[in-house]
């Protein structure tokens, strides 16, 4: 009787623990999965080092999982004390003060008008839906002391001289865009500064999400900043006078982190992709980046233009007098 007895204990226990099992597979077979489940320390030091007193970018790692669904109840100009009025349709959500309804409307235009741009330069735009269906938010600033506000608030950090900046936190449940900022004082002084500003943010969101953060990522600024520039500006190309050629021909290291001067960092990134279609097309600027999403420069370099960073380097530079429209 006794061994009958520790029979259906044992049994018991096994039913209880495969019970138990189903119950966890049903309560997480539903959840979607982490997309980066194991972030290495290199990639987790260079979400933190973004923008690095640029910003235009504040990025932050986080390594707690966000919930389902994200949605948009937690943004900032959801409470009440911001006073901020709310234009939204399927996809963004405009925070504006009521002085900037006009803007408001023309923002959410540009909105729309930067989707295909996106999709057709950096490979994607993500909608809700690719965001555990969190729309867009981008926020109106009259000026600096707003702007500012808003950056403390969605950021946590403290505004700089940028015209608009994109805050976003990385964790294992994958990109999660905190809002777009546009400071209107300098954005909205005419309406094609507005969308290159705009297109500029957006591209940092969409490029920004395309990443593949399980690898080791360590991009220098000039690729975060060049993308967004010759993607949010379109039609022109950058223009450099004969001093700006030589301070980039003897700062600029294509493999550095930084360059030593911002207009280096924004036109001279610019520049990076302008050269880079007039040597490989438009189609080859496109197959650099989803290398570069996965792979990162070097390797993106060799595979789609088999060459290295050294070599594109010196050839961008014996080339930079193109960008002069003075020279002869």
Request: proline residues 6%; glycine residues 8%.
């Amino acid at each position: 009787m006794k061994r009958l007895g520790s029979i259906a204990a044992v049994l018991l226990v096994f039913i209880l623990s495969a019970l138990a099992l189903i119950k966890v597979y049903d309560k997480g077979k539903d959840q979607k999965p982490l997309r980066y489940a194991d972030i290495p320390q290199e990639t987790i030091d260079w979400i933190n080092s973004l923008g690095n007193g640029l910003d235009d970018i504040f990025s932050t790692f986080s390594p707690v999982p966000r919930p389902t669904p994200w949605g948009n109840k937690g943004d900032v100009g959801k409470d009440p004390e911001t006073g901020l009025e709310t234009l939204e349709d399927e996809y963004f959500i405009i925070y504006y003060p009521k002085s900037l309804s006009k803007r408001a409307e023309l923002t959410l235009r540009y909105a729309h008008e930067a989707i295909p741009r996106m999709e057709d330069i950096v490979g994607k735009y993500y909608y809700p839906e690719d965001m555990n269906g969190r729309k867009v938010p981008i926020y109106l600033a009259v000026g600096n002391e707003d702007y500012a506000a808003l950056y403390k608030k969605i950021g946590g950090g403290d505004a700089g001289n940028s015209d608009g900046v994109t805050i976003y936190e990385i964790s294992p449940s994958g990109f999660f865009l905190k809002g777009i900022i546009l400071k209107g004082s300098s954005v909205f002084r005419d309406d094609t500064y507005h969308r290159e500003v705009q297109w500029h943010e957006m591209t940092h969101y969409c490029f920004g999400a395309s990443i593949d953060y399980n690898q080791r990522v360590n991009l220098p600024m000039w690729c975060t900043e060049g993308i967004a520039e010759y993607t949010g500006i379109t039609g022109r190309r950058p223009q450099l006078g004969p001093q700006d050629i030589e301070m980039m021909r003897k700062d600029c290291d294509l493999s550095a982190p930084y360059f030593p001067y911002v207009f280096e960092v924004y036109t001279g990134g610019h520049t990076i992709f302008c050269h880079m279609e007039d040597r490989y097309k438009v189609s080859g600027v496109k197959a650099f980046l989803q290398t570069v999403y996965k792979e990162g420069i070097p390797a993106s370099m060799k595979e789609n233009f088999s060459t290295t960073v050294p070599a594109f380097e010196a050839d961008w530079k014996a080339n930079l007098d193109k960008f002069n429209p003075r020279r002869k």
